[in-house]
């Protein structure tokens, strides 16, 4: 059942295998175009569907139900209406069980109502969706290779540097201090403690129990802005406090351009402020001396080294970096201007994952929409002009 993933529309890779038998295959066997229908799992993922792409010979397992459609059904269609919030709706109905373990029987799968027009107006239907699905595809794959371009930018400049170095000095990796995972770097820069280049600060959180504290002007960063933050520099929050609230709490306003660093929880997690900015007790925040080093370079730096930071919350019950461990940190310091270069190069990259996030998220709220106006009905296909893939045509029944 962990084969299929919810939102995805075919299952191509297999997690297990085991020895088949012939009165296994008979009974159990897959054929291209099947619906696979997951009956048993936890309440959050019970109910998922994908279709078989035939690429070996399978069976399914005692948690899966197997469904085969008449020759007026696309199977494509079925299961982009049962991936949809539509036909969500439905499942989340018919779901029995503890909140640990949930079932939908095959009792009442059988009485799921699907808006079904014709066959042709299916096939169009799906080709929609699945056109939107390929470009998905395509768009993770090219976060996916421009992330493992971007690691490896940043592996081979906060080691050997931009510039071409002909002498070394020991990186002194095992040293968890040291912000490097190299063996060695380049002699002429310089090993800084991190206090010598940047004011380095934590916050607060004001009294949650005083209203007056809460919903003022000022952003207020906590760990789950950093970790849904899908750009380098944070402009919004999801909770904002009052001047009364930073006044009477030990939260600090911060000005445009510091550093924010996650020192629980999700360590190593960044971002740069936007604008004036306080934050919670979680974050460690460094206020750069912008003519010793940027900001950006701190920030990939850290991204580099998060290995480093995590060992330093080796021993702590909850994952955290004391404070104090922060001004010792040993900072490999290049000239400023290498600094520009390597922070130019890394962004060049890091724009490419940020500008396909983005083009991934549209493509995500168009297919969602689309799913609502085309499987209701509210949008009609038949009499328009739609191209039929292939791909859509080899997964109808025989």
Same mark, same amino acid.
């Given at each position: 059942?962990?084969?299929?993933?919810?939102?995805?529309?075919?299952?191509?890779?297999?997690?297990? &295998?085991?020895?088949?038998?012939?009165?296994?295959?008979?009974?159990?066997?897959?054929?291209?175009?099947?619906?696979?229908?997951?009956?048993?799992?936890?309440?959050?993922?019970?109910?998922?569907?994908?279709?078989?792409?035939?690429?070996?010979?399978?069976?399914?397992?005692?948690?899966?139900?197997?469904?085969?459609?008449?020759?007026?059904?696309?199977?494509?269609?079925?299961?982009?209406?049962?991936?949809?919030?539509?036909?969500?709706?439905?499942?989340?109905?018919?779901?029995?069980?503890?909140?640990?373990?949930?079932?939908?029987?095959?009792?009442?799968?059988?009485?799921?109502?699907?808006?079904?027009?014709?066959?042709?107006?299916?096939?169009?239907?799906?080709?929609?969706?699945?056109?939107?699905?390929?470009a998905i595809i395509q768009t993770e794959e090219i976060i996916?290779?421009?992330?493992?371009?971007?690691?490896?930018?940043?592996?081979?400049?906060?080691?050997?540097?931009y510039y071409d170095h002909d002498e070394w000095q020991e990186?002194?990796?095992? #040293?968890?201090?040291?912000?490097?995972?190299?063996?060695?770097?380049?002699?002429?820069?310089?090993?800084?403690?991190?206090?010598?280049?940047?004011?380095?600060?934590?916050?607060?959180?004001?009294?949650?129990?005083? #209203?007056?504290?809460?919903?003022?002007?000022?952003?207020?960063?906590?760990?789950?802005?950093?970790?849904?933050?899908?750009k380098n520099v944070i402009t919004t929050t999801d909770d904002?406090?009052?001047? &009364?609230?930073?006044?009477?709490?030990?939260?600090?306003?911060?000005?445009?351009?510091?550093?924010?660093?996650?020192?629980?929880?999700?360590?190593?997690?960044?971002?740069?402020?936007?604008?004036?900015?306080?934050?919670?007790?979680?974050?460690?925040?460094?206020?750069?001396?912008?003519?010793?080093?940027?900001?950006?370079?701190?920030?990939?730096?850290? /991204?580099?080294?998060?290995?480093?930071? /995590?060992?330093?919350?080796?021993?702590?019950?909850?994952?955290?970096?004391?404070?104090?461990?922060?001004?010792?940190?040993?900072?490999?310091?290049?000239?400023?201007?290498?600094?520009?270069?390597?922070?130019?190069?890394?962004?060049?990259?890091? #724009?490419?994952?940020?500008?396909?996030?983005?083009?991934?998220?549209?493509?995500?709220?168009?297919?969602?929409?689309?799913?609502?106006?085309?499987?209701?009905? &509210?949008?009609?296909?038949?009499?328009?002009?739609? #191209?039929?893939?292939?791909?859509?045509?080899?997964?109808?029944?025989?």
């Open positions: 059942m962990g084969d299929i993933k919810r939102g995805d529309t075919f299952i191509s890779g297999i997690d297990e &295998e085991i020895k088949k038998t012939d009165e296994l295959l008979e009974e159990h066997s897959l054929k291209k175009g099947d619906l696979l229908f997951n009956t048993r799992n936890t309440p959050e993922l019970v109910g998922k569907t994908a279709v078989w792409d035939g690429h070996c010979t399978a069976v399914y397992d005692n948690n899966i139900s197997r469904v085969r459609f008449k020759s007026n059904i696309s199977t494509l269609f079925v299961n982009y209406f049962l991936s949809s919030e539509l036909g969500w709706r439905q499942l989340r109905a018919r779901v029995q069980g503890t909140t640990s373990v949930a079932a939908i029987y095959n009792s009442e799968f059988d009485k799921f109502q699907i808006l079904l027009p014709s066959l042709e107006e299916q096939r169009k239907i799906s080709s929609v969706l699945y056109t939107l699905d390929q996916n290779q421009a992330n493992k371009v971007k690691e490896a930018v940043i592996q081979e400049f906060y080691s050997d540097g990186g002194n990796k095992q #040293d968890a201090y040291v912000m490097t995972r190299a063996d060695e770097v380049p002699a002429d820069w310089k090993i800084c403690e991190a206090d010598e280049i940047a004011d380095i600060k934590t916050g607060h959180t004001p009294s949650t129990s005083v #209203d007056e504290y809460w919903g003022g002007s000022i952003s207020w960063v906590d760990i789950h802005d950093l970790t849904q933050l899908e904002t406090i009052t001047e &009364e609230g930073l006044e009477n709490s030990g939260a600090k306003l911060l000005p445009e351009g510091t550093l924010v660093l996650c020192r629980t929880g999700a360590i190593g997690e960044t971002a740069i402020l936007g604008k004036e900015m306080a934050t919670d007790q979680d974050q460690v925040t460094f206020e750069c001396d912008e003519d010793v080093v940027l900001p950006q370079y701190l920030m990939y730096l850290f /991204e580099y080294a998060t290995p480093q930071l /995590e060992r330093l919350s080796a021993g702590s019950t909850h994952d955290k970096i004391q404070l104090h461990f922060f001004s010792d940190l040993e900072i490999p310091l290049p000239s400023f201007e290498e600094q520009e270069k390597i922070v130019e190069a890394i962004e060049s990259v890091d #724009d490419v994952v940020v500008t396909n996030k983005e083009q991934l998220e549209n493509l995500q709220r168009l297919k969602k929409g689309l799913e609502q106006d085309l499987l209701s009905g &509210e949008v009609r296909t038949a009499g328009k002009e739609i #191209d039929i893939p292939d791909e859509v045509k080899q997964y109808e029944p025989e």
